[in-house]
């Protein structure tokens, strides 16, 4: 009687490539053995002995563990018209994205252990790992912390109100500390949302050009700036800034840093490469929030991931309808996709134009974000974690067309962008998830 | 993607008239021209039976009319669309709306709009020249046009001229798009009032803004100033108390004599008399404030005849 189809991969071995293993201190050719969703061997050429059912020829290619992207979101529950579990993964295979941390922002909130376990579920048709986070207070009203103990239990790896901040001092302060006996990281989306209404872009000299209402570089920085002083006095306490986009924001991340408190980020590849005027004529494919900013906020975040001070690169990947963009751009949504330029633009920007490692920007994207919300097993190929790999060509030169893209939506300002750098394939629990053409 | 009907595009059809940011310092200089020919008592039927929408989901007085009679002074035909009592008001999208007005004959769109770009949204997706009447806080270029035709009635070039624009800088798109074409042709301009309103950033704008809070050294030899509606709502908002407004910021006669002796009083409307201006002011003899109304018209009818090339 046959089994399910799901149940065992073959065994696979990963031939000739370059690994990039910055957890592990490798940085050589390798060859990898994959075998029962696990890592069974790593060893230089030609040394393994062990027979595999399969082979995948990587040479000239550079292997790297899986990369985990902290921000994404899938829509579903309850918008499946602007993305799906299955969809949503579809694209961050395609990206070389082996794991993705889900936010909770949708309809309704994940905010109960029901939902976390249904995220998880295999009827969802993942085709990458799931990690729910779940909502740091009920409805993400901002009132009422959820049940920490019951969501972690169900599988949530973090929690946060993403798409809005968590305001109040005294509900931040409860969340840390919530947080902190139970190892749980905080997400903070840092904007204090009383600067920021109506605002639709970054408030700078383009934003007065066009007319539009700015928001200002202080409203992301002021509630990092709490949010550190909070973690640096609750012991234990695991903070984590989403997408961080101020240079402002950065010195207050450094300062708690260098005062040992357990305080993390993460920055998104549109941050570190669109500055506010790329809006141009009022394009919404350049709306997000935060926002796009200054340059020398950018050149602040290039300089912070390049010193270690941004643990991961996160894709904040924000798909939406075309009715939802097609508007006037103060209607329209805050969001972009993200998944499948994610690595093209690190390596396009970071390493080509700015000389930043590989060996760097693979950490960024795999052992980086596993640490920051503990994703044991994962971020790193050494023998017995999972058999998660992205396998890259770090020169290969494309032209990136949103008319082929897995996402069920269009929102990118990358369309038609030529790249450097391209996810050959993606190999999750041991099996080929997406092979590139 | 959501499929585009067919005559969808991406640049703006020709004659659209979004901005005077991007517009060519010819262009602008060929529309003054023509609207100094332009005479709305004896004009040729250059338009006849065209078809122009005035799509406003803006109250307006000035704007709207003066369109209206410049397209039926030049024989178009017009409709005008408010949002309210119109399908907008059911929820329908700018573009659905657009689209629907192309589909029922429309030649040419003249839309405002509360919110910055929406004129450009509705250009590049149409094939048919689209005339922002003001988006938000963005640009009002119909207006700059006309103000500078009214300047150059009595001034005889842009050249070195001393410009002070006096008021809520911040909300006003009749003051970005002045900044653009005044500048562009060798005026300079300062700008004044309380730093809620005339943020540092707006100097930004174009080169050489000057900024100052005080309104007589905004004054001081000046040749042309630009007064700005002030509303009330927007002082309580940056906790502005209206009697220390008033007493920085009014324009009085007796500041007016800080200017050059034939300096212009202007103001693009509609004024609140007792708040920004006196009525002495107003009504004085250097108040420009109603031929720029009068001179609205032929400035509309060249943008029009412009928009559906018929400029010659």
Not at chain 1, 89 to 107: I, R
Not at chain 2, 128 to 153: C, R, W, Y
Request: aromatic residues 6%; hydrophobic residues 40%; charged residues 25%.
């Amino acid at each position: 009687m046959p089994t399910k189809a799901t149940t065992r991969a073959p065994s696979l071995l990963i031939k000739g490539g370059h690994l990039i293993d910055p957890a592990a201190k490798i940085n050589a050719a390798m060859d990898i053995l994959l075998r029962d969703g696990r890592v069974a061997e790593v060893a230089p050429p030609n040394k393994i002995r062990a027979g595999a059912e399969e082979k995948f020829d990587a040479r000239g290619l550079i292997v790297a563990p899986g990369f985990i992207d902290l921000h994404v979101h899938l829509r579903e529950p309850g918008q499946s018209y602007k993305e799906t579990i299955a969809s949503g993964t579809a694209a961050a295979a395609a990206g070389g994205f082996t794991a993705v941390c889900t936010m909770p922002n949708t309809v309704p909130v994940v905010d109960t252990e029901d939902w976390v376990v249904w995220l998880r579920s295999p009827e969802r048709s993942a085709l990458v790992n799931v990690f729910p986070i779940a909502a740091a207070t009920r409805g993400s009203r901002g009132s009422a912390l959820t049940d920490f103990v019951t969501l972690q239990h169900a599988g949530a790896v973090a929690v946060t109100d993403d798409g809005k901040p968590i305001l109040d001092d005294e509900i931040m302060r409860a969340a840390l500390r919530l947080g902190a006996e139970l190892n749980l990281p905080v997400v903070q989306h840092a904007e204090d949302t009383r600067l920021t209404e109506n605002c639709s872009m970054h408030e700078g000299p383009t934003s007065f050009r066009l007319g539009l209402r700015g928001m200002t570089s202080a409203a992301e920085a002021s509630i990092v700036d709490r949010d550190v002083t909070l973690a640096q006095q609750i012991r234990e306490s695991r903070l984590h800034v989403a997408h961080l986009s101020t240079a402002d924001a950065l010195k207050a991340v450094r300062r708690g840093k260098r005062a040992k408190a357990r305080v993390t980020c993460e920055v998104t590849p549109h941050h570190f490469t669109l500055l506010d005027e790329n809006v141009g004529e009022y394009d919404t494919n350049f709306k997000m929030n935060p926002p796009l900013r200054s340059a020398s906020d950018r050149e602040a975040i290039l300089v912070a991931l390049a010193d270690g001070t941004v643990d991961a690169i996160a894709t904040d990947h924000a798909p939406h309808a075309a009715h939802e963009k097609q508007v006037e751009f103060e209607r329209a949504a805050f969001g972009i996709t993200g998944l499948e330029t994610a690595l093209a633009l690190a390596i396009t920007k970071l390493h080509r134009d700015h000389k930043i490692p590989l060996t760097r920007i693979v950490e960024l994207f795999t052992s980086g974000p596993a640490r920051v919300f503990d994703l044991r097993g994962r971020g790193s190929l050494v023998k017995g974690n999972f058999a998660d790999a992205t396998i890259f060509d770090p020169k290969k030169r494309w032209t990136f067309e949103v008319a082929k893209s897995r996402s069920l939506s269009r929102n990118t300002p990358f369309d038609g962008w030529q790249f450097t750098g391209k996810v050959v394939a993606t190999v999750v629990g041991g099996k080929i998830a997406y092979r590139s053409n | 993607m959501q499929r585009l009907p067919f005559f969808a595009m991406n640049k703006p059809p020709r004659g659209s008239l979004l901005g005077i940011e991007h517009m060519a310092s010819e262009e602008i200089l060929d529309l003054l021209k023509l609207a100094r020919r332009m005479n709305p008592l004896k004009a040729r039927p250059l338009l006849r039976n065209r078809r122009i929408v005035l799509l406003f989901y803006e109250a307006s007085t000035r704007t709207r009319s003066s369109f209206e009679i410049a397209a039926k002074s030049l024989g178009a035909i017009t409709t005008l669309v408010q949002s309210s009592g119109s399908s907008i008001e059911k929820g329908e999208s700018l573009l659905d709306t657009g689209y629907t007005l192309r589909a029922v004959g429309a030649d040419v769109i003249v839309i405002r709009h509360p919110s910055a770009g929406a004129p450009h949204l509705m250009a590049s997706h149409l094939d048919i020249p689209v005339i922002n009447a003001g988006d938000g806080m963005h640009e009002h270029p119909s207006q700059a046009l006309l103000d500078a035709f009214t300047i150059l009635k009595y001034k005889r070039s842009f050249k070195d001229l001393h410009v002070a624009i006096i008021g809520d800088i911040y909300h006003s798109r009749v003051t970005r798009s002045n900044c653009h074409l005044l500048t562009r042709f060798g005026a300079k301009i300062t700008l004044c009032g309380p730093p809620e309103f005339v943020p540092e950033i707006a100097s930004t704008l174009v080169p050489g803004l000057r900024i100052t809070r005080h309104i007589e050294e905004a004054l001081r030899g000046v040749d042309v100033i630009m007064l700005l509606r002030l509303q009330k709502e927007r002082l309580a908002g940056q906790k502005i108390r209206l009697q220390d407004y008033i007493a920085h910021y009014q324009m009085t006669a007796a500041r007016l004599q800080l200017a050059k002796r034939d300096a212009i009083v202007m103001h693009p409307g509609p004024i609140i008399r007792g708040l920004e201006l006196t009525a002495e002011v107003a009504d004085g003899a250097q108040s420009v404030i109603v031929d720029e109304v009068h001179n609205g018209v032929p400035t509309r009818m060249a943008i029009l005849a412009r928009a559906l090339g018929k400029a010659k």
